[in-house]
């Protein structure tokens, strides 16, 4: 039966009923009929009919993400005179303007550090400061093979500073290295 | 990820539009994450740059020289001389550098102030008398350096006067030390 | 502008040109320097001497015509000194107060130096005697000629004394 249908029944109901006269009496039934109808029309939104089941099932993978970036792209180190001491044939120039960024959901993580340069005619340097996450491993000479930079930085994100030192000899004269530094993460 | 994606695919191909379109937003979520999480390296470019360099200092002021005694007879009185200071250069330029010296003012005539620079990076000139060499004339005591450092290396100077020269009242002189190419 | 060979030549390639050659200056005449001041000093000083030591007049044989000992001669002895004061002179004096024999002395000016040597000078008591005056800024030598002389009179005997030349002010 529909809630049409039981209206118009509570209606005829109503109005042939001996207890419908009263007025009291009346407005009780209303009630009454009003909440049998809410209830039937509720019954209809919350326990939708079912006409058929069927199921899927969803797999959810998470692999293994890792980032690392550098603020700070380009970093020139000039060794002038403002480095040197007169009579000390090391010179050194240094700079930290750089930050590098990391992010592994992976534990036993670790930055290494390397250059292209096989043969630099000077001395550079990279030790990291500060990180936020790790250890910091001791300052490296950069090589054409990987150092660790940092280690201990798995499931994280953090960052740290990057400081460079270059060294030069007077007695090795004037000229330029330009190195491309490659930041890696990897497993420790 | 490719054998996922492909069965995420194949799976789709069976579903009404609507299914559809949610596996096929969940494809491209799956492949855009995998594309963004791929970079394990980075690179940055390091310019390191040595320009030339010189750089000369000394370890301070020669002690007074004064002259107080003499031979009878003999015009020149007896000399007096300082070793007590000394200097340090550092230069990467090339293995043509050397040192000149100058006085602020020239001596007078008949005083002298000779002046022996020691080097181990270069040859040395020995003493050489810079009494009247002023900025325009100044007088190279070490030739032939080399690139490098010498540290340490003695400044001797002498004073000497004639007595025909008078008495000379406590007068200074500002010797410089050039190193140049 | 009017962009034609010579403004262009004048506007741009010339000072381009300078700036050039002014840069290529500024490289390759880099320098450094350091300096130190040194501390001059000439106190005044007098030095004196003597080139020869003791020496003794022996008055030993006598003028036949005068009747009187011959006097005893001795130019020996030089005097050497340096000064780099102004205006100063050189004295001489003995030590003998009342000498019974008589003793001269006379600078004979020889060898560099100014100075100007004073008349024979005769020691006849223990005062300070100009010997050399003018001496100033020089270095000087001069012979020293000492003369004894005793008379018959005086009898024989010996005396003794102790020269001294002093450089002074004067």
New interface residues.
Partial sequence: MGPLNFLALSSTLYSRSTLGRSTTWRKKFVLIAFFIFLFGLLSNFGYSQVYGTTT?KI?V?V?T??????T??????????T???????Q?IATDQS?T?LWGTNSSLKKVTVK?NLAA?K?T?QLVAVSPTVGTAASQVTLSTAASDLVTNIGRSSGSCG?L?T?I???????????????????TQ | MKKDVYLLIQYSKGLPMKKTTVVAFVLGSIIAVQAAFAQSTATQSVNLTVSTVYKISTSGNPAALTVTTGTAGTDALTSVSDNSTTYSITQNFGNTVKITANLDAALQAGYTLNLNLASSKGTSAGTVNISTATSGSALSVVTGINRGADAGQTISYTFSALASAGMLTSTTRTVTLTLTN | MKWNLKNITLDIVIPLGLIGILSAQAVYSQQATSTQVVTLRVVELNKIDLVGGALTLQISNIDENAGQPNPAIDASTKLLWTSNGDARKIAVGSDVVSPRFILKIEAKKSGSGNGFAQPEVTLSDNSPHDLILGVQRSAGSCNLRFTAVATAEQGVGSESHLITYTITGG
């Fill in positions: 899927n797999t993978k692999q993400i890792t980032i690392v970036q550098i700070g792209s380009i970093v020139n180190l000039t060794v002038s005179g480095n040197a001491i007169a009579g000390q044939d010179m750089s590098l250059t630099p000077y550079l990057l460079y270059a030069a000899l007077a007695s090795q004269g004037i000229g330029t290295d330009a190195h491309t530094i490659t930041f890696t993460v990897s």
